[in-house]
């Protein structure tokens, strides 16, 4: 019995003690840790595992690009008015625009002619045309004036905010016109039906401007 009883108090201080040293490899561990992130933390940022370095983190100032965000600092209040300002600027509209197709507003045969206007080099202006899916163009920056005026001799004042219709028609088609300058302004659409002046702008055009006929325009 008391040799048992020996054996059972060898058993127990046997367990006990390896408790404690599993807790304090415990301890020691958590302490490496700890001391692993806070090493980690005063480190400066290492590329990452493809060599690229991390982003740092820049404070963001309403409408300035990223790539403008280094100058922010610098930068006065004249000069983040005007970043904006460009950022938001719509682009210009056509000078002239004229379309004419189907009922659905396909152009496999009728026109789309318009001049766009260029507010960055006015000498880069052009006619571009698109004519039964053929396409050209023409440089016009020297007789932008020169086109206007004919365009306004053909009387499409009159035509400013007209919607011309033909009622009792489903297929047919469309048309859409506008010219935005100061010396003219008008803008009109129809289906199926035209102003008087129709032909005659037509005209202008063709002989003067050297936009082709389209099969749409030998139907009518």
């Not at 965000?69 to 002239?96: C, G, N, Q």
């Not at 020169?146 to 048309?175: H, M, N």
Request: net charge neutral; charged share 40%; glycine share 6%.
């Amino acid at each position: 019995m008391d040799e048992n009883t020996e054996k059972k108090k060898n058993h127990r201080k046997h367990y006990r003690n390896r408790n404690k040293d599993k807790a304090k490899r415990d301890k020691a561990e958590e302490q490496k840790k700890n001391d692993g992130q806070d090493k980690k933390s005063d480190r400066p940022d290492r590329p990452d595992r493809h060599g690229r370095q991390k982003k740092q983190d820049f404070p963001r100032k309403q409408g300035i690009k990223p790539d403008a965000r280094d100058k922010a600092d610098t930068a006065t209040e004249e000069d983040l008015e005007e970043i904006s300002s460009r950022s938001k600027r719509e682009p210009a509209e056509p000078v002239f625009e004229f379309t004419w197709g189907d009922a659905w507003g396909l152009y496999g045969t009728g026109y789309h002619v318009v001049i766009k206007d260029n507010e960055e080099n006015k000498d880069k202006l052009y006619l571009s045309w698109s004519v039964d899916l053929k396409y050209g163009e023409m440089r016009i920056s020297q007789k932008l004036q020169e086109f206007l005026d004919d365009i306004k001799a053909c009387g499409v004042q009159s035509w400013d905010g007209q919607r011309y219709t033909r009622p009792g028609i489903i297929d047919g088609d469309t048309w859409y016109f506008k010219v935005n300058s100061l010396a003219v302004k008008s803008e009109a659409q129809g289906t199926n039906e035209y102003p008087a002046e129709w032909k005659q702008l037509l005209c202008c055009l063709h002989e003067k401007w050297g936009v082709p006929v389209s099969k749409r325009e030998q139907w009518e």
